[in-house]
């Protein structure tokens, strides 16, 4: 829990890891077996599912992101969607936030239910920090997929882990997902639960959806 981790709005982390997503595809290019590599999937966060790493973290209470660099995507991701601070306070219910400096929710704050709801009347703070922090992914996911596409010449296969049947933390936008072109496959790991000998474990994968917009 305490050891060092990068934050997914840094964009330096994101060079770093476009630079060895590179690297790595251009030595699978360049091996004698080459042309018998299909793919390649791509992952990273917590349990390599592109999660974050609160999620990993919630028996300590968290915390949400508040370095720096989440700090600056939270305000712009504000900026784009409330036009005032006025606007901002009435939606947050709070007299003095101001998109130039805006909060980060607490952890403790996050009211997750069992259907997966929230109360916007009470929790927009948490919403609009959930939903920066899934554009945010999306974009990364994209952007390292889309990197390894073009090392490839677009001949290999590109995956990511996303596409879950039940709502997880950092996979609640599957539409932008599927219509990427750089991500032609996706992965979940079987349910948790059930995998005991005379059981079987529940398939967690949309697969319906990816049939019907041409992805594995």
Not at 65 to 72: G, L, R, T, W
Not at 128 to 149: G, H, P, S, W
Request: overall charge positive; aromatic content about 14%.
């Amino acid at each position: 829990v305490n050891e060092p981790r990068h934050s997914f709005a840094s964009m330096k982390w994101l060079a770093q890891f476009g630079s060895a997503i590179k690297k790595f595809v251009s030595y699978l290019n360049s091996r004698p077996y080459a042309d018998r590599i299909a793919g390649v999937f791509i992952g990273a966060g917590n349990a390599g599912e592109w999660v974050p790493w609160y999620h990993c973290d919630k028996k300590k209470g968290g915390p949400y992101d508040h370095s720096p660099a989440m700090k600056k995507a939270f305000r712009q991701y504000l900026e784009n969607k409330y036009r005032t601070d006025e606007e901002l306070q009435k939606a947050w219910g709070m007299k003095n936030v101001v998109r130039a400096d805006p909060p980060i929710p607490s952890y403790n704050k996050k009211l997750t239910k069992s259907d997966g709801n929230y109360d916007l009347h009470r929790d927009q703070q948490t919403v609009d920090y959930l939903e920066c922090n899934q554009e945010i992914l999306n974009f990364m996911v994209e952007y390292t997929c889309r990197i390894a596409k073009q090392a490839s010449a677009d001949r290999l296969l590109v995956g990511a882990p996303s596409g879950y049947t039940a709502q997880a933390a950092g996979n609640s936008d599957f539409r932008y997902m599927l219509d990427s072109p750089y991500i032609d496959l996706f992965g979940t790991p079987i349910a948790y639960h059930g995998g005991a000998a005379g059981f079987s474990s529940a398939f967690r994968a949309t697969q319906t959806s990816y049939n019907l917009n041409r992805k594995v």
